[in-house]
């Protein structure tokens, strides 16, 4: 069975940290790049980061650039990202997925469950 469990998210004050993660299970790992991607009430989803684990190659959206890291451990099939400097426009549901490439095109292979991070002002 395909999963990707998302887990992680809560409730923190402005300037905050939080780390999220995502357990993949029932496919290989290596053959997907992995995104987080989020979506706010009444806003458009907007893709935050993706790690591709077998070059290690990395993005971020200009919004997160310098406070979120995006990290892998193939050993556990998981990817993790690091949510440091948190704001209030950070507050969304996040969730992971597994695609072919990280593109703009959100055409996910796999997609978990999200899980909400609220930051407080």
């Known amino acids: 069975e395909v999963q990707l469990q998302a887990s992680g998210g809560g409730l923190v004050q402005a300037g905050g940290s939080l780390r999220l993660s995502c357990a993949a299970s029932?496919?290989?790992?290596?053959?997907?790049?992995i995104g987080w991607f989020r979506q706010a009430p009444g806003k458009e989803r907007e893709r935050a980061s993706c790690?591709?684990?077998?070059?290690?190659?990395?993005y971020y959206a200009n919004s997160v650039k310098g406070r979120f890291t995006i990290s892998s451990d193939n050993a556990k099939n998981t990817v993790y990202l690091q949510m440091n400097s948190l704001k209030p426009e950070d507050t969304a549901v996040y969730y992971c997925?597994?695609?072919?490439?990280?593109?703009?095109?959100?055409?996910?292979?796999?997609r978990g469950q999200g899980t909400q991070v609220t930051v407080s002002s």
């Open positions: 997925a597994a695609l072919f490439g990280c593109t703009s095109e959100y055409d996910p292979v796999y």
């Open positions: 790690i591709s684990s077998s070059d290690g190659s990395r």
């Open positions: 029932g496919f290989s790992f290596d053959d997907y790049v």
